[in-house]
């Protein structure tokens, strides 16, 4: 089993706090390679698929001043895990591809591009 097989396992199970803990040390583990191949994974996982089939973290719902809060805070900080993880992905150039029909529908008429 790979060591992102690992991060995985039981995910749906595991409370908010294991899941910001065990992010952040495979963050902290891991070479950026590694990093890579999971990031589009982490993702998801965080703030949901484009789709709609992985709900995610359900950021919108988490109570103030709770523990799964300061947990997110934390890991989705400008300083924290999350973003340290993207920091290295820039530094090594990488990109990740997102198909335009996975992309949301914006039918604000204000945000209409009238060129």
């Known amino acids: 089993m790979s060591s992102s097989d690992h991060l995985k396992t039981d995910w ?10 065990e992010m952040t040390k ?5 070479p ?3 990093l890579c191949v999971i990031f ?8 949901g ?14 109570q103030a001043h709770s523990s799964d809060y300061s947990n997110v805070l934390e890991f989705l900080q400008p300083s924290g895990p ?3 993880l993207v920091y290295k992905l820039q530094a090594e150039d990488y990109n990740f ?19």
């Open 32 to 34: 950026v390679k590694e």
């Open 49 to 62: 698929s484009l789709d709609g089939s992985t709900v995610g973290w359900s950021l919108s719902s988490l």
């Open 40 to 47: 589009p994974w982490m993702v998801e996982r965080v703030v």
């Open 82 to 84: 999350m973003l340290k």
């Open 97 to 115: 591809e997102i198909q335009v029909a996975n992309l949301p529908q914006d039918n604000d008429p204000k945000h209409t591009f009238n060129g």
């Open 12 to 21: 749906t199970i595991k409370s908010l706090p294991q899941q910001c803990t």
């Open 26 to 30: 495979y963050i902290d583990d891991k």
